[in-house]
């Protein structure tokens, strides 16, 4: 897997003082994508054990509140497979910090088991995550008044509320 950016200081992405990983990666070209240069899989620079280690130590400051993971799209099975064994660490080193996602797959219709992205650890990268922001970006629905998200149709899901 690749990934575009680290913010080290992201206050955009979710609530507080965050980390953020762009992953690199997404079959969903939206119009008007904020990123688009990271729809393809081969942006950026490879995602190491430095790379990781480099994040976990982005987090340890007790005035960052959480992780945040962006794309690209974190969902596309490529990506699944690198970042449940980050999302798994993240929360065995730091249980109290938060972690958002953003996935323009939905929730309830692709990452369920069946749906278009689900894979054998789709439902544990799941489980690591507090708050999922799901759905396409929708130029003709962006509304730049909503928080912690880009256009109407997407939805704040507290995954945390639900297990």
């Known amino acids: 897997m690749n990934y575009g950016t680290i913010k080290e200081y992201d206050i955009a992405d979710g609530p507080g003082v965050r980390v953020s990983l762009f992953v690199s990666g997404c079959r969903h070209h939206c119009k008007g994508c904020f990123n688009e240069e990271t729809w393809n899989f081969n942006y950026g620079e490879p995602f190491t054990d430095e790379v990781k280690d480099r994040i976990l130590k982005l987090l340890e400051p007790v005035y960052i509140q959480g992780f945040s993971l962006l794309g690209g799209e974190p969902f596309e099975p490529e990506n699944q497979v690198v970042l449940v064994n980050l999302l798994r660490e993240?929360?065995?080193?730091?249980?109290?910090?938060?972690?958002?996602?953003?996935?323009?797959?939905?929730?309830?219709?692709d990452l369920v088991e069946g749906g278009r992205v689900?894979?054998?650890?789709?439902?544990?990268?799941?489980?690591?995550?507090?708050?999922?922001?799901?759905?396409?970006?929708?130029?003709?629905?962006?509304?730049?008044?909503?928080?912690?998200?880009?256009?109407?149709?997407q939805r704040i899901l507290e995954l945390a509320k639900l297990r």
């Open 118 to 153: 689900y894979t054998e650890v789709t439902d544990e990268m799941l489980s690591y995550i507090d708050v999922l922001v799901d759905g396409e970006f929708v130029e003709e629905l962006k509304d730049i008044t909503l928080k912690f998200r880009g256009s109407s149709n």
């Open 90 to 109: 993240i929360k065995e080193t730091y249980p109290k910090k938060d972690i958002w996602c953003y996935s323009g797959y939905l929730f309830d219709v």
